[in-house]
């Protein structure tokens, strides 16, 4: 038995709905293993900057901080694009500030597409016939999301903007040993995603692998791809790749990608990953346009409640057992509307919270 402090960030857009129906399997899971969670909600994103003007407000960091783990939806909306200072858009202001405020370096996009599901990727079958199962690790605090910003006007005049790519050791370091480490757990091949035919911090980065590689992970197989290559090659031959590492941008990029080749970016769960605090968030955005309509494909909240069992609370029973869950009511043909273009012709639409309450059938059986 477990006794958690969850902190849940709905956010903005489809957020709460999506929200709504993961607090619902983390019931259920509670009800069959027998173990506590108590729920502290909070306002993030847009949903805070409306009601504070700061979309990382106060009180949302301090029950973020009292918490064991956060779970978090997504954020942003077209109406705060306009917001003057991009310090307090909820991109910058709020996911960004959030992820630095814990260090949650480590960033974990589980690409799943079972045997059962392969209709639902874009791709030809044959392409995917093995099935796909690529845990894609994206540096999250560090690189040209985080390094300096400028504005300003050139010596002839021209207004100018650039952001700077930066990386130092421990950074690098740290993140090298987490994929590594999940390379091993897994019997897998390391791919090592760069540009250090361009990049000064690609060629500093890969020689910082290649050193973690050779003195504390030698068994494990490595091999770097330059990343032009890489999303290329997700497309021609996805099964090639099992742990996939990169920095921030480059994961932010080809995550969705990845999310491209099983159908849907609702289908993409993700994990960050700090030192003492963790979030486990969709990596998709906010879709205002389907908001409050329970048309919302709940799945990538509802994964991300099975990777926080995993990794956060090393239940790996429950976090399995959300997984057969899904898939099991996916392989039914029970689809939200962003699934709906599948060629299954035995499939069925269903609702935000008919999806929700499919999977709790099927965990609770
Ligand atoms: C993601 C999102 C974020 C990112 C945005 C919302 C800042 O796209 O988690 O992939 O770019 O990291
Ligand atoms: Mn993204």
Known sequence: MVEKNIAVLPGDGIGSEITREAIKIIDAISDKYDH?????????????????????????????????????GPVGAPKYDSIKDPNLRPERGGVLQFRARYNMFANFRPVKLPQSLLSFSPLKLERVSSGLDIMIIRELCGGIYFGKKYTGKTEEGHSYASDVMEYAEPQVEQIARVAFAEAEKKHSKLHNIHKSNVLACSVFWNDIIDRVHVTEFPDVLLEHMLVDNAAYQLVINPCQFQVMLMENMMGDILSDEAAGLIGSLGL?????????????????GSAPSIAGKNQANPYSMIGSVALMLEKAFSLQNEADDIWRALFEVLSEGYYTMDLMDNPNTNKTVVSTREFGSLVRESILG
Do not use: R, W
């Not at 900057?49 to 783990?69: A, L, R, W």
């Not at 769960?269 to 998709?284: D, L, N, Q, V």
């Open 268 to 284: 993409m769960p993700s994990a960050c990953i700090g030192p003492k605090k963790s979030c486990f968030e969709p990596a998709h």
């Open 36 to 72: 506590i969670f108590h729920f502290q909600y909070a306002d993030f994103g847009g949903a805070a900057y409306d009601k504070y003007g700061n979309p990382f407000p106060e009180q949302t960091k301090k029950i973020c901080d009292t918490s064991d783990v956060i779970l978090k």
